[in-house]
């Protein structure tokens, strides 16, 4: 079991930066692929981004390519979300997810989910 604690959402105006830090508690760290999603409200939860167990291979949604840069420090058990450039659309709780290793963009191949944290980026 790994339990995930996301912060550092908030209120940034368009073309703002926020960074996002997902906190795993539990089993190591270092063994799980991380996945960062993201839900609007009435909209299906999306992919954003999702980073290898040691961190040497990304991939981004194409809605997210060069604004945003997902990261971890396996020994501070957390992984990041550094949003540059937001925009409006970008609006959504924001989660992180954990899977017994390597990367995804689906959904259903993370076991383990965060609470959640809400990002509103205004016009």
């Known amino acids: 079991q790994v339990q995930l604690v996301e912060s550092g959402g908030g209120l940034v105006q368009a073309g703002g930066s926020l960074r996002l830090s997902c906190a795993a508690s539990g089993r190591t760290f270092s063994v799980y692929g991380m996945g960062w999603f993201r839900q609007a409200p009435g909209k299906e939860r999306d992919f954003v981004a999702t980073?290898?167990?040691?961190?040497?291979?990304?991939y981004y949604a194409d809605s997210v390519k060069g604004r945003f840069t997902v990261s971890r420090d396996n020994a501070l058990n957390t992984v990041y979300l550094q949003m540059n450039s937001l925009k409006p659309e970008d609006t959504a709780v924001y989660y992180c997810?954990?899977?017994?290793?390597?990367?995804?963009?689906?959904?259903?191949?993370?076991?383990?989910w965060g609470q959640g944290t809400q990002v509103t980026v205004s016009s």
């Open positions: 980073i290898s167990q040691m961190g040497g291979i990304t």
């Open positions: 997810a954990a899977r017994p290793r390597g990367t995804s963009s689906r959904s259903s191949d993370y076991d383990y």
